[in-house]
């Protein structure tokens, strides 16, 4: 069996609010290998990009506690020198937003060139040369052409190929791709997954994939991570998730899901919100708010995540006897009270 490429132990990432400090990661712990994607699941404010920032060293102002290893080597102990040899090299990022990933000063090809030379020691001619053959690898036609435009003036699926390419350029055996296809129709999405996963098969790369769409899970991950209020709560090969979910966010999420069985009825919705983290009861079930219905007495104090099945991994025993509730008019109107009260206090702050 192939060593992990990454492993993250204990990963605790914690932002001062009002001079405390609060977890928007919480005691994380994954694994990817070689060639393995991993799927990081769950809605707005679970802590999924604030993970994916503290493994790429991106958090500034936050303090990081457990071990991010990486080939051997702990990146939490890595000063910024050490890090900008290994961004854009051994581990690169797709972001959610290529308008805002790329330099809007900057033409299409010197950012790519740019990476290439940081990274590199081929010439500035090979290098120009090989940031056109990697725009045409991420499928954009007129190559040549592109590579000398500004980002605005290119279509938003035509920045995201841009982006990829980028990433791709110095060929990271990590790659983390977060919210990739977020602010794309759905012809171009497709597009842009069947690209991640071919160059991900091609260079043999290790995927970190973020995002809350499930459909994109089923169709690219090799495992999936269900994250909730800074806590992975539970971990299992993508058919395990699909077929047999267990914790009741988990499957809450899939409840949510529209299905043809659906067309004219009603959708299950989730009740409540994320909360915020200066809010959160951090000894008790994170998701027991949001399920009233279920008795405290199926929930754990302090709930560990443990392998009930072989690589299907839960965390709180409240999955043994949960069942899902019928969302009703007054279930609807608190819902919609308490995204009012979240809005009012600034929001969730751990997707900084």
């Known amino acids: 069996m192939a060593e992990n490429l990454l492993e993250v132990n204990n990963l605790t990432t914690s932002f001062k609010i009002g001079g405390t400090y609060f977890a928007a990661v919480d005691d994380v712990s994954l694994t990817i290998k070689p060639n393995e994607v991993l799927a990081l ?65 900057m033409r299409i090809k010197a950012q790519i060139v740019e990476t290439l030379t940081i990274h590199g020691k081929k ?10 053959e990697l725009l045409e690898r ?19 699926g035509m920045r995201q190929r841009v982006v990829i390419a980028i990433a791709i350029a110095n060929r990271p055996k990590l790659l983390i791709a977060d919210e990739p296809t977020t602010a794309l129709d ?9 690209l991640i996963r071919e160059l991900q098969e091609d260079l043999g ?78 000894t008790i079930c994170r998701f027991s708010p949001r399920i009233p219905w279920i008795d405290a007495s199926e929930h754990e104090e302090n709930p560990e995540l443990r392998e009930v099945e072989e ?21 609807l109107a608190e819902l919609e009270n308490q995204e009012l009260e979240r809005d009012a206090v600034g929001g969730n702050e751990d997707e900084q």
């Open 311 to 331: 690589g299907h991994w839960v965390r709180c025993t409240c999955y043994k006897n949960f069942y899902l509730k019928e969302t009703n008019a007054e279930d």
């Open 41 to 105: 699941v769950g809605e707005s404010g679970s802590g999924k990009s604030a993970t994916a920032f503290s493994i790429m060293g991106l958090h500034t102002k936050a303090r990081i506690e457990g071990e991010v290893n990486f080939l051997g080597k702990d990146l939490t102990k890595f000063g910024p020198n050490q890090f900008n040899k290994i961004r854009g090299g051994e581990i690169a990022m797709i972001f959610q937003d290529p308008m805002t990933a790329l330099n809007p000063l």
């Open 186 to 194: 759905v012809t171009i999405q497709a597009q842009i997954l069947d």
């Open 123 to 132: 010439s500035k001619n090979e290098n120009e040369k090989y940031a056109v």
């Open 205 to 282: 790369s290790g995927v970190l994939l973020i995002t809350h769409d499930l459909g994109v899970v089923a169709e690219m991950a090799d495992r999936v991570a269900v994250m909730y209020a800074g806590e992975i709560v539970e971990l299992a090969p993508v058919r395990e998730i699909f077929k047999n979910p267990k914790h009741p966010y988990t499957r809450s999420l899939l409840t949510s899901i529209p299905s043809e069985e659906q067309m004219g009825g009603k959708l299950h919705v989730i009740q409540g919100v994320v909360p915020a983290l200066h809010k959160l009861d951090r």
């Open 138 to 156: 991420v499928g954009i036609a007129r190559a040549e052409q592109v590579a000398e435009a500004y980002p605005h003036e290119l279509s938003g």
